[in-house]
């Protein structure tokens, strides 16, 4: 896997634009957001969270779907239980993942953010293949915005106190934070 900086898309990950994603008003990347995602909720490998992140959910195929299908959301990654990553916006545009946020007092995280969705829930364990590739993932991507340092590494719900609850308690910080070039705690 290997980022290019011209154009923000990775090289050697799957790829799946979506359309719900603008332009980042200053070009900053600083954050890096984790999150957790399955659709519909719990199921695994469905294939409905790319299909949420088009705009192309069948609303039929389940009644959770009824609730969400006015929303407009993206992410720049996913990762898969079996560790593959696909992309969907381009790390140069704000994708919309983080919703009304805050970090270190600062509104607006998708300004300024990336965001990777983990295929999980709050209560299940992530797997090693998750955790393997979300560290070369972020490695790659510290390479290239040395302002995401370990500091600067959080949760939807540390952006999103009592509003969200993800990546969850299952996720393995510390597993996390010590394979990264820099180690740092959680804040």
């Given at each position: 896997?290997?980022?290019?900086?011209?154009?923000?898309?990775?090289?050697?990950?799957?790829?799946?634009?979506?359309?719900?994603?603008?332009?980042?008003?200053?070009?900053?990347?600083?954050?890096?957001?984790?999150?957790?995602?399955?659709?519909?909720?719990?199921?695994?490998?469905?294939?409905?969270?790319?299909?949420?992140?088009?705009?192309?959910?069948?609303?039929?195929?389940?009644?959770?779907?009824?609730?969400?299908?006015?929303?407009?959301?993206?992410?720049?990654?996913?990762?898969?239980?079996?560790?593959?990553?696909?992309?969907?916006?381009?790390?140069?545009?704000?994708?919309?993942?983080?919703?009304?946020?805050?970090?270190?007092?600062?509104?607006?995280?998708?300004?300024?953010?990336?965001?990777?969705?983990?295929?999980?829930?709050?209560?299940?364990?992530?797997?090693?293949?998750?955790?393997?590739?979300?560290?070369?993932?972020?490695r790659q991507l510290q390479q290239h915005y040395p302002q995401i340092t370990p500091q600067r590494i959080?949760?939807?719900?540390?952006?999103?106190?009592?509003?969200?609850?993800?990546?969850?308690?299952?996720?393995?910080?510390?597993?996390?934070?010590?394979?990264?070039?820099?180690?740092?705690?959680?804040?």
């Open positions: 896997m290997q980022l290019d900086p011209a154009s923000g898309w990775c090289e050697g990950v799957h790829r799946c634009p979506s359309p719900n994603f603008n332009e980042r008003p200053d070009g900053e990347i600083s954050l890096l957001v984790i999150h957790n995602i399955s659709l519909p909720p719990g199921q695994f490998a469905t294939g409905k969270v790319q299909a949420f992140f088009q705009n192309r959910l069948d609303v039929t195929e389940h009644p959770y779907f009824e609730g969400i299908k006015a929303l407009r959301v993206s992410a720049h990654f996913l990762i898969e239980r079996d560790g593959q990553i696909t992309q969907f916006v381009s790390c140069l545009d704000r994708a919309w993942h983080a919703g009304i946020s805050s970090f270190e007092g600062r509104e607006a995280c998708n300004d300024f953010s990336l965001g990777i969705e983990l295929e999980g829930t709050d209560d299940q364990p992530f797997t090693d293949a998750q955790y393997q590739a979300l560290i070369a993932l972020t959080c949760g939807h719900s540390d952006v999103a106190p009592g509003r969200k609850t993800d990546p969850g308690p299952c996720f393995d910080w510390a597993r996390f934070r010590r394979e990264l070039p820099h180690t740092g705690e959680k804040q």
